[in-house]
């Protein structure tokens, strides 16, 4: 496994490296920003960087298999499906690791030093990125590389209009408590239980993607495009 665990990761190298520069550069713009309002947009853009991991990571993985045309040799490696498809999350795990740490310096230099503020900024989004992380890569194995997004897109696009039609039906509702939902929500999610809960759905659907994916993996035929 470690083999493919390396050759994921250097697939990922220029993506961190730009990510990385990026982050920091808006770091230090932060610190000599005054305006409040402008600060919080570049501050958010840091934030994203766990979030844009889970977001990317399992298409880029998808999209190198295919441009070199590598998944042929990949199942005619004598490794089940729990290797490969475990060599790919535990990479993009690290980097979606080594991303948060990025964001967490940038933050921490946008702050002036304080590792307890950058820490609770970003904690939400984290989680955030573990569970995009394994959805996608259930959607990716599932759909293949170039509609596993619009699938995603389908399934944010549904929850949203549901969530509108509930508030639109709900005596008084309307578009106004919907924001003030949502707002109430994030605030929940900041929460010490708040933030406990999300973690456990992140992680339930990290375990998911994961063992979706295997079994995924496991019954398409060696010629089967992915």
Not at 54 to 62: E, I, K, V
Not at 203 to 220: E, F, K, N, T
Request: glycine content about 10%.
């Amino acid at each position: 496994m470690r083999p493919l665990i390396i050759n994921e990761l250097r697939q990922y190298r220029l993506t961190m490296l730009v990510v990385t520069l990026i982050t920091l550069a808006t770091a230090l713009v932060l610190t000599a920003i005054e305006d409040q309002d402008l600060a919080i947009g570049y501050r958010f853009i840091i934030t994203l960087v766990p979030a844009y991991f889970g977001l990317t990571l399992p298409a880029m993985s998808f999209r190198n298999e295919n441009r070199g045309g590598t998944w042929r040799f990949l199942r005619a490696l004598p490794a089940s499906g729990s290797i490969v498809v475990s060599a790919k999350a535990g990479a993009a795990l690290l980097v979606l690791g080594a991303g948060s740490v990025v964001a967490l310096a940038g933050l921490m230099i946008a702050n002036g030093g304080s590792t307890i503020q950058a820490t609770r900024t970003l904690s939400l989004p984290v989680v955030f990125g573990l569970g995009l992380l394994g959805l996608n890569f259930g959607l990716c194995f599932r759909f293949g590389e170039r509609h596993a997004s619009l699938a995603l897109l389908v399934i944010l696009a549904t929850l949203q209009i549901t969530g509108m039609v509930q508030f639109a039906l709900a005596p008084g509702g309307g578009i106004r408590d919907l924001i003030t939902a949502v707002e109430q929500w994030f605030e929940w999610a900041q929460t010490p239980m708040g933030l406990l809960t999300c973690s456990c759905v992140a992680m339930v659907a990290l375990a998911a993607g994961w063992i979706l994916s295997i079994r995924i993996y496991d019954a398409r035929d060696i010629t089967h495009p992915m």
